[in-house]
């Protein structure tokens, strides 16, 4: 099944998660990597963030698993087009087993990708990322997850508009709001450090003058600007925009939150 996910990839489209370039940016100012230090993103997409990562922070080995043979594919070729080696970017196995020994690991991120996750999965996830994580290390999310106050009969309600307009549900209502997820981490031998909104964070992913990022830059320009050239894209482009208008007349009922949590040791 076509999902929105497609699109995305089909045009090169580079930090999808709340507050986007400057989610990316706030994410990289917190975890900011010493030398040396090993890291991994669930759900790379299209590659930016691990672009962004390698190209600004030496020494750093950045490591991702993507379930999407389409995304992966698009990163692999971003990696190349900017001049940077792809072979840390791996397909993420169906059983949802990380191809790393456990403890290897300083810190793993993701960005939107677990809280669109089945709940099979997301355990599944939450218990790979603790044994490949070292005792101590950390784990951050930028996550859209439902605003306190909302009901589950309207979560359940979106979630099915949403899978039948874009192919993905909206967000998992077994672990509803950011208090949740404390709960959830908790249970999965971590501790919370940090759980704040990302509406209130002014963050900025400084220009830095890279000619591998202005390739990655272009990379992701001429991506988007394949619509110009595809009847079959920009139909789906005007349909998206139609569908996002129909879903933002409504309250806000997400919110983007930034998580830091540590692996107990
Ligand atoms: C909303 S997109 C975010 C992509 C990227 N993190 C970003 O912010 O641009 C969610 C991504 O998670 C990936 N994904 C979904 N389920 C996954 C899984 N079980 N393992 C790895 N990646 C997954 C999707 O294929 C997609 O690329």
């Known amino acids: 099944m076509q999902t929105i996910l497609d699109f995305y990839a089909r045009t090169h489209t580079p930090y999808l998660h709340a507050l986007g370039r400057a989610g990316t940016g706030y994410l990289l100012q917190q975890m900011a990597p010493k030398p040396g230090s090993r890291l991994l993103e669930i759900g790379f997409g299209t590659g930016q963030t691990m672009l962004e990562l390698t190209c600004r922070y030496n020494g750093v080995e950045v490591f991702g698993l993507e379930k999407s043979a389409e995304m992966l594919r698009v990163a692999q070729k ?94 998992t209502v077994t672990w509803p709001y950011p208090s949740d997820w404390k709960h959830l981490a908790e249970e999965q031998g971590f501790e919370m450090l940090r759980c704040i909104s990302m509406e209130g964070i002014r963050a900025r992913l400084p220009f830095q003058m890279d000619s591998r990022l202005f390739r990655s830059h272009i990379f992701s320009l001429a991506g988007k600007s394949s619509m110009l050239f595809s009847v079959s894209l920009w139909k789906k482009q005007k349909l998206l925009r139609r569908l996002f208008q129909q879903f933002a007349t409504k309250e806000p009922y997400l919110e983007g939150v930034f998580f830091w949590c540590r692996k107990k040791d």
Not at 112 to 136: C, F, H, N
């Open 78 to 171: 971003r990696f190349a087009f900017s001049g940077v080696s792809a072979d840390r970017l791996q397909e993420m196995p169906a059983s949802l087993h990380f191809p790393f020994p456990s403890n290897f690991f300083e810190a793993v991120y993701c960005e939107s990708v677990l809280a669109i996750l089945t709940d099979a999965d997301l355990a599944k996830m939450w218990q790979e990322i603790g044994r490949v994580l070292r005792p101590g290390g950390y784990f951050f999310l930028n996550e859209s997850v439902w605003r306190e106050g909302v009901s589950m009969a309207r979560m359940a309600e979106i979630n099915q508009q949403c899978i039948e307009a874009f192919g993905i549900p909206q967000a």
